[in-house]
């Protein structure tokens, strides 16, 4: 049970040399479509469900390095509201973020932006010879990173790297991109090292209720790992910004509730002094990144070889695993969530 995600989990390095490959491949072309014959005055990135949370953090890390405005867009949100999304008389690069480049939403978002004047397009895809590929602009296509799986786990965090590796060469910071370039061999080493505590919780039936919070690069990761646990587990789950989660949603939170808090490098001090807040309200609490007072729990990441930014992709390993755990432990099949496909494809 699970064969299929247990295997795309597990080799999410393998996934990731690959992805970082096709970008390097393409650096000239990436520069040239940022920076050429002016840098775009905008970005624009759209995907729905896994591909928009990847987006959110691609676009924080977009604006970071190329201090180019740049936003993540539900694509049904760009085809029914184009006027809150783009502006007139701004070149702006649409970025389509799509796992199997056939998902209907955002090919009609993508689509309706290529005819509009001023727009570059970019897409991303784990797929070859796809309507998104057809739809013209630079196709990135990034093998061995699709997924058999509805689930979205490798694809999910390669897309994410590749689009950080685009955003650090079209600032021509290669020096940051070649840093990402250390990450898979230390994936396989979180994946090891995560391993029991994501057992030890998944199977932990007094866990009733996930909250995943992050910052920054990190709210995109937090929502994907709110959705692998609906998803696989059928378990209750939220996402937030940090320290959002005082401001009423902590209302909810008991002994049954485990909290998991992606830990950054600019807000260590009060992401730390909200986990003992929770810790007196009973709540379990589980930090990824670096062990904070206040974490019952720890997933340590290598925090001073990689700064925030670069820890974005490694940060969901570990949320990808307490999903996986939780599911097999419920006798749920990660390979077949309830209610979902692989694609989802709509008449318009
Ligand atoms: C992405 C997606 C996922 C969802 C499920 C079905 O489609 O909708 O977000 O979790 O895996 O596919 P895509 O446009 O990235 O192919």
Redesign the pocket.
Known sequence: MGAHTWQEIQSQPQAWESALSAVRYHANLINSLINEPQVVDEIVLV??????YLALSAAATFQRLLGIPSRAIPSSEAIFYPESVFRRGKSVLVVG???????TE?LVALGRAASSPGVRLMSV?CRQDTELARLGGFHLYLPGCDEVS???TR?FSAMLLALQGVAALGAGNVAWFDRLSGLPVVAQNIVDAALPLTRSLGSDGSIRRFVFLGSGPFYGIACEGM?KIK?MALANSEAYHTLEFRHGPMSVLDANTLVVSITSDVARREESELLQELQSLSARTLAVGAPVAGAEHVVELPVDRFDEWARAALAIVPLQLLAYCRATSEGFDPDRPQH?????RLGF
């Not at 979902?340 to 989802?344: A, E, F, G």
Request: charged share 15%.
């Open positions: 995907g729905c469900g896994s591909s928009y973020i799509s796992r199997s480049g056939e998902t955002t895809s509805v689930v979205m694809s959705l998803e979902l496909s692989r694609v989802v």
